[in-house]
């Protein structure tokens, strides 16, 4: 991604900060209510809320990956898409003739957001782990009750561990918290991190700059190197 593509969002942002102190400024001086003026600009900020809102929840259905509609696939599809928008409801209605999958949230505000996915071939097993190596460093985490259990993760190659670390804290923080996170602690799901790092979507990690490459924990191996025996003289 170029630096003009990633600077592009904080870029707009800025702009809409400096529309909304604009207005804030000149909407009293172009009337003499200020209840008028209040309104006016709250609408406006509902408006420009409403559409970023829009923007990211198509950015969103771009990137979720539809191999199939296989119930493992739609449920992956249904945590990504209620970690996302954990304070929505969200409705997915698959439709196999067409291969499609119709996609509903709807947030506390009223805001409704609709979409249908095609199915689309992800890509190969290959193709990702040349992703991780271009894009990711390798992150392996333990647990100070087994430390020589690794879970083989990945982390953005410009975040120190540390901060890796803080991002994995608040991704697991995140997750519990969510409905399908709550869900499953109403349905006696142990609250740990095994339970946490095999069952959170892959767009929670992505989006803290994390990859779980390996759903399930590797013993570290001792490594013994070769030795080449000595000839025995005849």
Not at 111 to 124: D, G, L
Not at 179 to 185: A, I, R, V
């Amino acid at each position: 991604m170029s630096k003009k593509t990633s600077n592009a969002p904080k870029s707009k942002k800025n702009e809409e900060t400096q529309l909304l102190a604009l207005l804030k400024k000149v909407l009293p001086k172009a009337t003499h209510d200020p209840e008028l003026a209040g309104k006016i600009y709250e609408a406006i900020v509902a408006e420009l809320r409403a559409k970023n809102q829009a923007t990211s929840f198509v950015k969103f259905c771009d990137r979720i990956p539809l191999p199939d509609l296989e119930p493992k696939t739609l449920d992956e599809v249904k945590l990504q898409f209620a970690a996302a928008f954990s304070e929505g409801d969200v409705t997915i209605s698959p439709n196999k003739k067409e291969k499609t999958l119709a996609v509903e949230v709807v947030l506390p505000d009223g805001s409704q957001f609709n979409t249908e996915i095609k199915c689309r071939a992800v890509a190969p097993e290959a193709d990702e782990e040349q992703e991780i190596v271009l894009k990711f460093v390798p992150f392996p985490v333990s647990l100070p009750g087994d430390p020589e259990l690794a879970w083989l993760l990945a982390k953005r190659e410009n975040m120190s561990p540390d901060e890796a670390g803080i991002a994995l804290s608040k991704a697991e923080e995140e997750f519990w918290a969510s409905k399908p996170g709550q869900k499953m602690l109403r349905d006696r799901v142990e609250r740990n991190f095994p339970e946490f790092i095999s069952r959170a979507p892959a767009g929670l990690l992505n989006e803290l700059g994390l990859k779980r490459h390996y759903k399930t924990p590797e013993p570290i191996r001792i490594h013994k190197g070769f030795t080449p025996q000595k000839s025995k003289k005849e």
